[in-house]
């Protein structure tokens, strides 16, 4: 599923939303397309609208300041890039590090992304208990790195979007991908 950069009135980045919902914001003009996909379009009984890749809320949304992006499961899935912290090939769970059992939290730091059978197998262990090692360390996204890991952007797609995105989210995206 394709995602779309929401902006602020103000111009800065607030979150993605899916295709169907930044549609559906411009739709009922709470939104206005700003970057539309050069070549793509949406159609409906009556209505034509360009496939957008970045669209502003017509009115200001009040945010509060975060230090720190919120802990989700989908959150760990996308910071680990989807692949097993254990053995790297595709996670589709979430395993704490401390069990939840033995009074472990859904925290950025106890929680990475795991297998299933890989999961199943350091059942209600710790990973040193298990025998089991991690490839990578979890870490504490930023919120600027969750909105470039939710995006999925690329080379090429950072580029486009640069505009749009705040200067030290390009230089991230730049330094990892060299």
Known sequence: MRSTLVLNASYEPL?????????VLVLQDKAVVEQAHPLRTMRGTGVTVPVPRVIRLQ??????FRQQAP????????R??????????RATTVDHLQPRSRG???????TVAACSEDNQR???RTPEQAGMKLLRRPFVPTPQATL??????RGADVRELAAWLPAQVVASAASAAA
């Open 148 to 153: 470039m890991m939710a995006l999925g952007l």
């Open 59 to 64: 009115r200001y949304v009040r945010v509060p």
């Open 104 to 110: 472990g939290t859904d925290t950025w730091m106890n």
């Open 15 to 23: 979150t993605t939303v899916s295709l169907q919902r930044a549609v």
């Open 80 to 89: 680990d890039q989807h692949l097993c912290a254990y053995c790297g090939r």
């Open 71 to 78: 802990w989700s499961r989908r959150g760990v899935l996308v």
């Open 122 to 124: 350091k059942a209600d």
